[in-house]
């Protein structure tokens, strides 16, 4: 924890100076939105690294993931917890992280670490609907757009590349990828070419996402 | 018709009914057959193309089901969670994976599978040679999807694999593929009873339920891929090997199998053959019963008409039948009626027939056919007295030439009338001929033949009345006696005819035969033949009788007569001989004879100093005869006469007979300066208006009128009524008959002309004629000297 305080506050400091924001808004192919997209910064500059013990939690609720998706940065631990009375099992075999996690009522197992980032597909094997998502970026500065469509990143002024990335889009993601050049108030807004791929209604039914914890 | 017949072996209706029935059968026959064969041959191959088709979905529907029970396999062994691991570690650790395929193959009994990643790589499979991933797309569609993998054709499913069911995205595909071969299984022939065969698009044989020997034939013979029915021999060109067969596609992509589906061609036209020869056997038996019916119906008409035929040999035999034979059938019942009335009809005139051959059509009484039957049979039944009686009427021939023959006739009748009316028994009268009749009478003497002979006088006792004609007829009877003149008809008939002649000279009312006169009778006979021969034999002889011009006191001609002395029978009369030479028709030769001897005479007394106007006498058949003029002038030419000094002396009754010739002949004649005199004038019934026409120049009044002319004061007038007559007509007068002094006196008193008679002389030969000629010449000039 002091860790991590003193990566922030070093952050704070050393970013003061030159703090900028970032904001993005995206419209898919037929001009609505995909909240809960995933919208990040690299840079060729080395970024802070994860804080020392980071976590975050891929909840069970209700038969499904929760969130549907959700955004780490390499290095997190992430804890799969059942807030459901039921059994489930969760599993992935995506090359950035396979595993695989029986998951009993009030069993908490402990936290996997994700150090590969990528995208991580997550199912239920006893669930076959239960679809949820883990992408692992390697860098601190990301964000997902909420219902408006729209998210925003407060990150220090300098030159990065622009991710946006969704299970459903079908747009090449390197066509997505751009380099943006952050100085003050900095405004992207891009639009999908290709449409969606088939989602589920209830993933887009989620609750807020309430970011980064 | 005669056409037909000249084919048909046997004429009889029998036959013909036969063959008429089996024409029109075997007509029925052949359309019936083919129009049954086409429609039954339409409705079989339809019902084979049908079935062929029904089958054809069977075994697509068949391989469908596989094709989704194979989809469905694999959709559960794809959600698999140890599989879904396998296939995430199957880059890493392919060995596992292939033997875990290989294990679900054998599960879902498929033949082949394989995974491909979703970049399109082949990740493992139980094959080796599927080494180029196929398009997922395809394969995981719920149609038929065939792929041709190695060298063989497979129907091949596919499900995508996705790690996380509910994911977007197909992580890898999963393919599974069934040999098409196996789908060709017994079980399909059972489920669609027909052979399936499999083809690969290109035409070869994959596999077929046919046995090994057809699959050759199959995989060489020349299959028709069109949509209908053909067929094929898939033997040695065994008739049994012959197939009929229909081809479908199956499945659309990526490419099609052919399903050939055969059946057959005995089979498949089973129901058709069958038909047919239930048809066949059905028209055969129509056929037979049409036969049946035929010789049913032809018997019920030829054997009536059998009997009717031998009913009607029979009648013309003359064997009458009582009942013809009868027939329900109508036509041949009216023709058994027809047949009675003929008979009926024949029978009729059988009798009318018979009535005209045994009886006299005019009187009603038997014939002379009868008349010498019914003796005949008298004769045969022992019948030991008869008399037959033949009578003629006297002059009935003038009766009929002047009355006419509806008088005639009618006489005739009357006296029929009285012959049957005759009051005596045992009579059978018949008319012979002509005014012939005659009588048997049957009777116990025949010597006593007074009641006969008294009874048919006495017929004639009474005048005959016609209209109002009143008139007295004689009849000449002759009787002849059986047996004692003739013991059969013909010589029975000819006594008595013999005896009725015998009459006729003598003024006689009847004459019983006596042998004497058959004597008579048989010169009568012969002379007809001899007469002929008598003219050149030189037994004629002319006689003349002179004829005396009355005014000059002078004989100037002489009447020529024919005398006939028979070397056996002597001196013949001219009354005995004409009338034959008229009937025989020698009296033309006899005229011709007398004229040209009467000429030759003449010529020879006028060479001696004496010129003789000569008369001859001509028959009635002469004047009928254009001939005599001809004859006339060709004598005259012979002689060297150019004008010949005859008179021809004709009777009043030989011109009546037929006034236009006779009077053209002598008129001919006349044109020949010949004179022309009537014989026997004041005898017939000469009309005074014929009289008139005729071109004659001299009337002879006959003999009667002068035999007593010196006592007889009627005949006084007469004569001088004729003599007058004659004068105001312009012609000459001679008498003949004067027989003494004080006649040839009147007559000269009277105005006659010529005069000839017994007075001045008889009919003399010629040389006796030439002698009292010279001697009355002499005689005359003495008596002229001494006046």
Redesign the interface.
């Known amino acids: 924890m002091i860790l991590r305080y003193a990566i922030l506050i070093s952050a704070l400091f050393s970013l003061s100076l030159q703090a900028a924001r970032l904001d993005v808004s995206l419209k898919t192919s037929d001009d609505s939105v995909l909240p809960g997209t995933v919208v990040y910064l690299t840079s060729a500059q080395p970024l802070p690294p994860v804080a020392e013990g980071a976590t975050a939690e891929m909840d069970q609720v209700n038969k499904q993931f929760k969130p549907h998706i959700l955004v780490v940065q390499k290095g997190t631990q992430i804890r799969f917890p059942n807030s459901d009375s039921i059994q489930h099992h969760v599993y992935s075999f995506s090359p950035a992280k396979t595993f695989e996690l029986k998951l009993y009522k009030d069993h908490h197992p402990a936290p996997l670490p994700f150090d590969k980032a990528g995208q991580v597909e997550l199912g239920c094997n006893v669930h076959d609907w239960m679809l949820g998502y883990i992408m692992v970026v390697d860098t601190p500065y990301f964000t997902q757009l909420n219902k408006q469509g729209q998210a925003s990143l407060d990150v220090p002024a300098g030159d990065y590349t622009l991710h946006i990335r969704h299970p459903r889009i079908q747009d090449d993601a390197a066509s997505l990828d751009q380099a943006v050049t952050i100085k003050g108030n900095q405004q992207v807004q891009l639009r999908l070419k290709q449409p969606l791929l088939p989602g589920a209604d209830d993933f887009e039914d989620q609750d807020e996402f309430s970011g980064y914890e | 018709m005669n056409n037909l017949s000249k084919w048909l072996p046997d004429s009889s209706l029998r036959t013909r009914m036969l063959l008429v029935f089996l024409l029109i059968l075997a007509v029925i026959v052949v359309v019936t057959i083919v129009t049954v064969q086409q429609a039954t041959y339409r409705h079989s191959t339809g019902q084979v193309l049908a079935h062929a088709k029904t089958s054809a979905m069977v075994v697509q529907d068949k391989i469908l089901n596989q094709s989704r029970q194979l989809q469905a396999a694999l959709d559960t062994l794809g959600?698999d969670?140890s599989t879904?691991?396998l296939i995430?570690s199957g880059s890493e650790d392919p060995a596992s994976l292939v033997s875990a395929l290989g294990n679900h193959q054998r599960r879902i009994n498929a033949d082949l599978s394989w995974v491909q990643n979703n970049q399109q790589q082949i990740l493992a499979t139980t094959a080796s040679f599927i080494t180029s991933p196929l398009p997922p797309e395809l394969a995981s569609s719920s149609n038929i999807s065939w792929f041709r993998l190695g060298s063989d054709y497979y129907l091949v499913q596919a499900v995508p694999v996705r790690?996380?069911?509910?994911?977007?995205?197909i992580?890898a595909w999963w393919f599974a593929a069934i040999n098409a071969r196996r789908f060709i299984s017994e079980e399909l022939v059972t489920l669609t009873d027909m052979q399936i065969s499999l083809f690969s698009p290109d035409g070869q044989l994959l596999d077929s339920t046919l046995d090994e020997e057809l699959k050759n034939g199959l995989s060489t013979g020349q299959l028709q891929w069109d949509s209908g029915l053909n067929l094929v021999n898939l033997g040695q060109g065994k008739h049994l090997d012959e197939y009929i067969y229909a081809s479908f596609n199956i499945g659309e992509q990526p490419l099609s199998l052919r399903l050939l589906l055969a059946s057959p061609a005995d089979n498949a036209y089973l129901s058709y053959n069958s038909l047919l020869v239930q048809l066949i056997l059905l028209l055969a038996i129509a056929g037979l019963l049409a036969l049946l019916a035929a010789v049913i119906i032809s018997n019920g008409i030829t054997r009536p008409l059998t009997r009717l035929v031998q009913v009607t040999n029979k009648i013309s035999r003359g064997q009458y039948v009582e009942t013809v034979p009868e027939s329900s059938t109508s036509e041949i019942a009216s023709l058994s009626v027809a047949i009675q009335d003929m008979q009926q009809g024949i029978k009729q005139r059988e009798l009318e027939i018979q009535q005209l051959a045994y009886f006299d059509a005019l009187t009603g009484l038997p014939n002379r056919n009868q008349f010498i039957d019914h003796l005949q049979q008298l004769i045969h039944n022992g019948q030991t007295n008869a008399a037959v009686l033949m009578m003629d009427l006297d002059r009935f021939k003038d009766i009929n030439d002047t009355l006419g023959h509806v008088t005639g006739d009618q006489l005739l009748q009357l006296i029929a009338e009285r012959l049957a009316n005759l009051q005596l028994s045992n009579l059978f009268p018949a008319r012979l001929g002509g005014d012939e009749f005659g009588l048997i009478w049957l009777c116990q003497d025949s010597s006593a033949l007074t009641p006969l002979l008294e009874a048919v006088e006495q017929l004639f006792e009474q005048p005959f009345m016609l209209k109002t004609l009143r008139m007295e007829l004689d009849a000449s009877i002759g009787v002849a006696r059986f047996p004692e003149d003739g013991q059969d008809p013909a010589s029975l008939l000819q006594c008595a005819d013999i005896a009725m002649y015998s009459c006729k000279g003598k003024h006689q009312g009847h004459a019983v035969y006596k042998a004497e006169l058959n004597k008579y009778s048989v010169q009568r006979l012969s002379l007809m033949s001899e007469l002929r021969g008598a003219l050149g034999e030189g037994q004629l002889q002319l006689y003349y009788q002179p004829k005396l011009d009355l005014a000059h006191n002078k004989v100037v001609g002489a009447e020529c007569l024919v005398r006939w002395i028979h070397p056996i029978h002597g001196f013949i009369p001219p009354d005995q001989f004409i009338p034959l030479a008229e009937q025989t028709g020698a009296i033309r030769e006899l005229t011709h004879w007398a004229l040209r001897s009467a000429l030759v005479q003449q010529q020879q007394w006028q060479e001696q100093g004496y010129t003789l106007n000569l008369a001859v006498n001509i028959s009635p058949l002469d004047l009928v005869d254009m001939k005599l003029p001809d004859v006339l002038s060709e004598l005259a030419d012979i002689l060297q006469q150019p004008q010949l000094n005859l008179t021809l002396e004709v009777t009043e009754s030989a011109v009546m007979s037929d006034p236009s010739t006779a009077i053209d002949v002598l008129e001919k004649l006349r044109s020949m300066d010949l004179v022309l005199s009537i014989d026997d004038f004041g005898t017939g019934y000469s009309s005074m208006a014929q009289l008139k026409k005729m071109p004659v120049q001299e009337l002879k009044i006959d003999k009667a009128f002068v035999l007593d002319l010196a006592s007889n004061a009627d005949d006084q007038v007469m004569v001088r009524t004729f003599i007058s007559l004659a004068r105001h007509l312009g012609l000459d007068t001679v008498a003949e008959g004067v027989e003494d002094a004080k006649t040839l006196s009147l007559l000269r008193q009277m105005g006659c002309t010529k005069a000839q008679g017994y007075y001045l002389s008889k009919p003399l030969p010629a040389n006796a004629f030439f002698q009292w000629l010279q001697e009355y010449q002499h005689k005359e000039t003495r008596v002229c000297e001494d006046g």
């Open positions: 959600k969670f879904k691991q995430a790690y996380v069911e509910s994911s977007p995205t992580n």
